[in-house]
């Protein structure tokens, strides 16, 4: 079992930067990806960033690259989104997931492959 705990959401104004925080636990072996999706209200999850905890390598969305950046940082077991040039539209529940996927770099997120899911932390960016 993989526990995963976010931190770091809040509110803030457009243009403005948060950096979520993902803590991992347990059991990490069956586990080689963790990512970050959000969900709006009425809108369906949306994977946003992943990493490959092994290889290093990263998956954006076309919607926030070059303005967010994933990292890792393995002595901590944790995984950072740092979100820079906010806009209205990233107004969301950030979850953090983990997966294990055979793939050196993902092609894109699916949610139904991250087996592991944290309880979300929200973002709000206002106009």
């Known amino acids: 079992q993989v526990q995963l705990v976010e931190s770091g959401g809040g509110s803030v104004q457009a243009g403005g930067s948060l950096r979520l925080s993902c803590a991992a636990s347990?059991?990490?072996?069956?586990?080689?990806?963790l990512g970050w999706f959000r969900q709006a209200p009425g809108k369906e999850r949306e994977g946003v960033a992943a990493?490959?905890?092994?290889?290093?390598?990263?998956y954006y969305a076309d919607s926030v690259k070059g303005r967010f950046t994933i990292s890792q940082d393995n002595a901590k077991n944790t995984v950072y989104l740092q979100m820079n040039s906010l806009k209205p539209e990233d107004t969301a529940m950030y979850y953090c997931?983990?997966?294990?996927?055979?793939?050196?770099?993902?092609?894109?997120?699916?949610?139904?492959?991250?087996?592991?899911w944290g309880q979300g932390t929200q973002v709000t960016v206002s106009s």
């Open positions: 347990g059991d990490r072996s069956g586990t080689n990806y």
């Open positions: 990493i490959n905890m092994g290889g290093g390598s990263t």
């Open positions: 997931a983990a997966a294990l996927i055979p793939v050196d770099t993902l092609p894109m997120m699916v949610a139904g492959l991250f087996g592991y």
